[in-house]
């Protein structure tokens, strides 16, 4: 079955600092592979996705991971930290045909000022 | 815009009270999914309907069961919540199944069971 792992449950930046959160999966065939973003007491946000197509992804408010198959992993990134980027991120994989998306634990992002 | 609405936000029931949340969804997708997430957790699958066809994850308790009446609805019954069962209930929808379709959650539903 598969399986994601994020590495670190709380990650503190400056704001205007390098974002890097961390998503290492597990996956016997090609996986397919999410980030969302939840704010406090709200649902979870398509951040991008991997779907097998460009290994580097960019997605919305300026994030972007890169697929890397020989580390299995799919780290977030993001140039410039801003103060609206404190939340929770959430790695997730699934695999083709009907399975479940499986999400990591999540990583909480703190910005500080 | 097109979205999937919960309601109520907050829900706050009695130990063994059942309780009923709500879900819709103007996507006009073909699945619509619950999760439970409680606090600092990753969101745990409890069920999912494609069209009418109902799937249960193996390990969901039986205290929870789901109605879907058409396209645009869907309801999660706890039929006799405990103090376990509070937590943050997640709805989402996908266009269809596969591995990748992105799911689209709703702003979910905080229970409280006092």
């Known amino acids: 079955a598969q399986s994601v792992t994020q590495l670190g449950s709380h990650v503190s930046v400056s704001e205007g600092a390098l974002v890097l959160l961390r998503c290492n999966y597990s996956?016997?065939?090609?996986?397919?592979l999410f980030w969302y973003v939840q704010y406090p007491n709200q649902g979870l946000q398509l951040l991008l996705k991997?779907?097998?197509?460009?290994?580097l992804v960019k997605g919305i408010n300026g994030f972007e991971a890169e697929f890397k198959k020989s580390e299995t992993s799919f780290h977030l990134t993001k140039p410039s930290a801003h103060m609206s980027d404190a939340a929770e991120y959430f790695c997730?994989?699934?695999?083709?045909?009907?399975?479940?998306?499986?999400f990591g634990k999540g990583t909480r992002l703190s910005v500080i000022a | 815009d097109a979205m999937v609405i919960q309601n109520p936000r907050y829900q706050v029931t009695q130990f063994g009270k059942p309780v009923t949340l709500s879900c819709s969804q103007t996507?006009?997708?073909?699945?619509m999914y619950w999760y439970q997430q409680k606090s600092s957790q990753a969101p745990k699958l409890l069920f999912h309907?494609?069209?009418?066809?109902?799937?249960n994850e193996a390990d969901t308790p039986d205290n929870f069961q789901s109605r879907r009446p058409n396209t645009s609805f869907c309801f999660l019954d706890i039929r006799s919540p405990g103090l376990g069962d509070a937590a943050m209930y997640l709805c989402?929808?996908?266009?269809?199944?596969?591995?990748?379709?992105?799911?689209?959650f709703g702003p979910g539903t905080r229970l409280l069971v006092l």
């Open positions: 997730a994989v699934s695999v083709p045909g009907n399975t479940p998306l499986v």
């Open positions: 309907y494609y069209d009418k066809d109902f799937n």
């Open positions: 989402a929808t996908s266009r269809d199944l596969g591995g990748q379709e992105t799911q689209y």
């Open positions: 991997y779907t097998s197509a460009a290994t």
């Open positions: 996507l006009n997708h073909n699945v």
């Open positions: 996956s016997s065939v090609p996986p397919y």
